[in-house]
């Protein structure tokens, strides 16, 4: 069966960074577009970074140019590299595969300090 282990999250000072991991199982990692979605307190679910199996990315306005997203499809691995990170980025976050939307690991909570 399909498994996402997300892992990495922590409390972090503005401005600090963290690395979160994802690990996947149960699917053929390397045929899809895997991407990192947070939710916040209050707010919906969002996409804040994307990368196909080829290697293409794509991150939300908000995150450009401080998250970058990789992936190993040896290992079935994604991460997020989030540096600078801001208050506003504090959230749960979740990796998942984009064209299996039904799929959610627990997450693993960032937060951000002041």
């Known amino acids: 069966q399909v498994q996402l282990v997300e892992s990495g999250g922590g409390l972090v000072q503005s401005g600090g960074s963290v690395r979160l991991s994802c690990a996947a199982s149960?699917?053929?990692?390397?045929?899809?577009?895997m991407g990192w979605y947070r939710q916040a307190p209050g707010k919906q679910r969002e996409l804040v970074a994307q990368?196909?199996?080829?290697?293409?990315?794509n991150y939300a306005d908000s995150v450009k140019g401080r998250f970058t997203i990789s992936r190993d499809n040896a290992k079935n691995m994604v991460w997020l590299q989030m540096n600078s990170l801001k208050p506003a980025d504090t959230a749960v976050y979740y990796c998942?595969?984009?064209?299996?939307?039904?799929?959610w690991g627990q997450g693993t909570q960032v937060t951000v300090s002041s």
């Open positions: 149960g699917f053929i990692f390397s045929f899809f577009t």
């Open positions: 990368m196909t199996s080829g290697g293409s990315t």
């Open positions: 998942n595969i984009l064209e299996r939307p039904g799929y």
